[in-house]
Each structure stands twice: as structure tokens, then as C-alpha cells.
């Protein structure tokens, strides 16, 4: 079930947006581009809870506040939040219908870690640098 993040009824999938936090396996360890607040309000409850589902924002623009997580054991066990522990705020504008993945790469500090939001269908990035 997705998170709603937008004020008055629920509305169809056509007419809202998704976006979620992309996991990635690079060998030894898991990367997952966390999102921790979206227009400002907070996604993470906790420093240990990630939301895993999709949130549901209306189209326009919007900003994102996300972090890289690490973990060496599985995607669920977070045991470093990496060199970055500031948010990284991403601005970009969704369209209606569309699904976002908030994405990134692990460069073993903070100038080279990259955090980036991508177009699910046409994998366009629309915020962000990938490295």
C-alpha cells in the first residue's frame, strides 16, 4: 500500500506520481538511496526505519531530501549510514501517472557518493548526477 503524501481524498493512480528508494548490490555490500523527507515532511520515523513502499505525491514540483544507507549483511539491516550523514536535497517535477526511483552509488566518501532520481519507465534521470 503507498504512502499518500498530499492533503484531501485519495485519488487514481493516473492523477498522482510514485516514488521510491532504489537498492542496489555492488559485491560486498548493499547501497540504498533512503528518502527521508519529501516537501519537507519526514518520511523516517527512525534512524532504523526505511520505508520500503512507494509514496504518492501529487505532480509539480517537489524536493527530496534523501541519504545513503550501507549494509553488508542484507538490504533490511542497515549497519552504516556511509560518510553522508546530511541530506542530500534533490528538487524535480513529477508528472501524473509516472513512478521515480530515488537511486545512488556508493563512492566511499561523501564527494563521491552519488544520489539521483530517475524516471522508472524511461530511466531519464530528473534530478541529481549519477557518477
Do not use: C
Not at 519537507?40 to 527512525?46: A, F, H, N, P
Not at 553522508?84 to 521515480?100: C, D, H, K, N, V
Not at 537511486?103 to 563521491?112: L, M, N, P
Amino acid at each position: 500500500m503507498p504512502v499518500k503524501n498530499y492533503p484531501g481524498p485519495d485519488l487514481p493512480r493516473e492523477q498522482v506520481a510514485t516514488i521510491r528508494s532504489g537498492i542496489n548490490f555492488y559485491g560486498l555490500s548493499w547501497v540504498i538511496a533512503v528518502i527521508d523527507a519529501v516537501d519537507g515532511e519526514k518520511i523516517l520515523r527512525t534512524a532504523d526505519e526505511v520505508n520500503w513502499g512507494r509514496i504518492e505525491i501529487l505532480p509539480g514540483e517537489h524536493e527530496v531530501s534523501a541519504s545513503l544507507w550501507v549494509s553488508v549483511l542484507t538490504p533490511v539491516t542497515l549497519v552504516n549510514r556511509g560518510s553522508t550523514p546530511e541530506f542530500r536535497r534533490l528538487t524535480f517535477a513529477a508528472e501524473a501517472g509516472e513512478s521515480y526511483i530515488v537511486d545512488g552509488s556508493w563512492g566511499g566518501g561523501s564527494e563521491k557518493n552519488a544520489i539521483w532520481i530517475v524516471n522508472e519507465r524511461t530511466k531519464e534521470i530528473v534530478a541529481g548526477t549519477k557518477r
